[in-house]
């Protein structure tokens, strides 16, 4: 398939790592629209959930699927996705139900295939940072801007409880990790960042600067 990739920023990583907070800071700083594509794989889970399908019943998932409308926008420089023409909360998106149940749906295949069609269409604005887990090895894996953002698993375990939210992350990044479809990991040619140690601010610049100085020497 071939589509125009613009100026794309790429931002993977595992839960809690920070990659949000970094990912709309460099928005922000650069002036492009932020996309959060983990929301789509959430916002088609909160369907399967409210349509009482089992998460592990691939073929039931699939169908749904296929009778499911997408539509995908931006509003104030922020990436939105309505599902069946609804736009969801943060609370419909963010609870125990859904961070429970998100890996298994994502490891479906025909289920990451419409997804990153939705998300490659974001590729109509000229300016994205898009975070993820698949973006800067599969989604546009042409990018040459690249991060791969971590942290410790005490440091991400202790920021995802300070958001008060239960989600074991730790076997959400294990089935992340695992599945045969694009699977979360570090793409060869993006820069790692190890944010246990840094401040939201400080990783921001080390994006900025990093792209500021590779466009340079383009
Ligand atoms: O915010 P957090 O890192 O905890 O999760 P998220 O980015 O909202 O992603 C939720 C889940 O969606 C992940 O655990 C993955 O199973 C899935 N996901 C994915 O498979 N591929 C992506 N590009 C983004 C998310």
Sequence with gaps: MSFRVPFVIAIDGPAASGKSTVAKGVARALDCVFVNSG???RAFTWWVLEN???PNNADAVITLLNETSFACGEEEMIGYVEIQ??????EQLKNDAINSSVSAIAAI???????????RGFAR????VMEGRDIGTVVFADTPY??????????????????GIEDSIEARDLAD?????????????????????M????????????????????
Excluded at 85 to 90: A, N, P, V, Y
Aim: glycine share 4%; hydrophobic share 40%.
């Design 39 to 41: 929301e789509m794989y």
């Design 52 to 54: 009482g399908i089992d």
């Design 85 to 90: 023409g609804r736009r969801l909360s943060d």
């Design 109 to 119: 295949p025909e289920v990451r295939e419409r997804l990153v069609e939705e998300q």
């Design 125 to 128: 604005f000229p300016a994205l």
């Design 146 to 163: 690249k991060f791969f953002v971590d942290a410790s698993p005490e440091i991400r375990a202790a920021r995802r409880s300070a958001e």
């Design 177 to 197: 990790s695992m599945r045969k479809a694009s699977p979360l990991k570090q793409a060869t040619d993006a820069i790692r960042i190890d944010t246990s140690e």
């Design 199 to 218: 401040g939201p601010d400080e990783v921001v610049a080390v994006v900025v600067d990093s792209i500021s100085l590779n466009k340079e020497a383009a």
